[in-house]
């Protein structure tokens, strides 16, 4: 049987996978700046917290096709409604 997170212990710990996430994008900003010859890095780390940073990742570009989607419906829409204006 899994344990069941109540709604407060889940808030914490999505807030903590967003806060890894942030700081090992803040170092990886870092390591680019200081480093002449090229912006590839990586990192070791356990399965787990691969895990939890390609779920937070995989999050991000889903928020981020749905803008770029949602934007270019609007434009559409913009554009189909300007078109049947008759003066």
């Known amino acids: 049987m899994k344990n069941k997170l109540s709604f407060k212990d889940f808030i914490k ?7 890894l996430l942030k700081k090992v994008l803040e170092a990886s900003n ?9 912006s590839s890095n990586y990192m070791i ?3 787990e917290i691969a895990n939890i940073i390609k779920e937070e990742t ?4 889903k928020k981020q096709t749905r803008i770029k ?9 913009n554009s189909d409604n300007n078109s049947n204006i008759i003066y």
Do not use: F, P
């Not at 710990?13 to 806060?19: E, L, N, P, R, Y």
């Not at 995989?58 to 570009?61: L, P, S, V």
């Open 13 to 19: 710990v999505a807030s903590q996978k967003k806060g």
């Open 30 to 38: 870092e390591i680019h700046k200081n480093k002449l010859n090229g």
């Open 45 to 47: 780390t356990t399965k």
């Open 69 to 77: 989607k949602l934007k270019r419906i609007l434009n559409e829409n």
């Open 58 to 61: 995989d999050k991000i570009n």
